[in-house]
Each structure stands twice: as structure tokens, then as C-alpha cells.
């Protein structure tokens, strides 16, 4: 059975920074594209970030979030990080840690496309 559990979330104050985890099983990493989305309240869910089979990063960021994550992959501890900086209110959402069976994040960000879901967890930007 295929799991993937989210920690790392809670509230943070504007300008502050946090850092996303997701523990996968059932499955491995390195057979798989997997990252992040997210989905404000009244909004679609939205691809972040995505790491493919052979380690390249995708950024899906708006131009005024562009740099803000950095996602991370560690095979052995078939674990992935989203680092986020520089949080603003705009940024709350739930964050989804999400995987698919293929090779490259072209076909990431159709939500359509993702094979395993993680159940979410809340990310809140206030002061």
C-alpha cells in the first residue's frame, strides 16, 4: 500500500520560512516523479515543484514567487523537502505531497496525472 504522509506544517508569521516533509512507502522514489501542489481555499489545487527519475527540479512558481522554494529529494530515506522562504498571507494553503509513475515532470502539473496523494497539510501565513 502506498503511502505518502506530509509533516512540517502550522503558522507562520509573514516573511518567515518553513520547511515541508513527505515520508514515502509503498513505493520508490527513484521510480517516480514526485513534489508538491498546494490549494488556497476557493482555488484549484496547484503544482509547486516537482523532482523527476533522474533528480531534475521543476519550479511552477508565479514570476513575483519565483525563488522562494527549493525541493529536495533523498532517495535513501525515500523522503522529499519543500523549503519555503520569505512566506507571505497569499501563501496559505494546504500543501499536498503528490507522486506519479513517470520519468520527467513534464506531465505534472495536470493534477490528472498523479498516480498518489498525501493527505495534506495546513500551511497558514499570518501575523
Known amino acids: 500500500q502506498v503511502q505518502l504522509v506530509e509533516s512540517g506544517g502550522g503558522l507562520v508569521q509573514p516573511g518567515g520560512s518553513m520547511t515541508l516533509s513527505c515520508r514515502a512507502s509503498g513505493l520508490t522514489l527513484d521510480n517516480h516523479i514526485i513534489g508538491w501542489f498546494r490549494q488556497a481555499p476557493g482555488k484549484e489545487r496547484e503544482a509547486i515543484s516537482c523532482v523527476a527519475r533522474d533528480g531534475t527540479k521543476e519550479y511552477y512558481e508565479d514570476e513575483d514567487l519565483k525563488g522562494r522554494y527549493t525541493i529536495s529529494k533523498d532517495s535513501a530515506k525515500n523522503t522529499v523537502t519543500l523549503e519555503m522562504r520569505n512566506l507571505q498571507p497569499e501563501d496559505t494553503a494546504v500543501y499536498f505531497c503528490?507522486?506519479?509513475?513517470?520519468?520527467?515532470?513534464?506531465?505534472?502539473?495536470?493534477?490528472?496525472?498523479?498516480?498518489?496523494w498525501g493527505q495534506g497539510t495546513q500551511v497558514t501565513v499570518s501575523s
Open positions: 503528490a507522486a506519479g509513475y513517470y520519468s520527467y515532470c513534464v506531465v505534472y502539473t495536470d493534477p490528472r496525472n498523479i498516480d498518489y
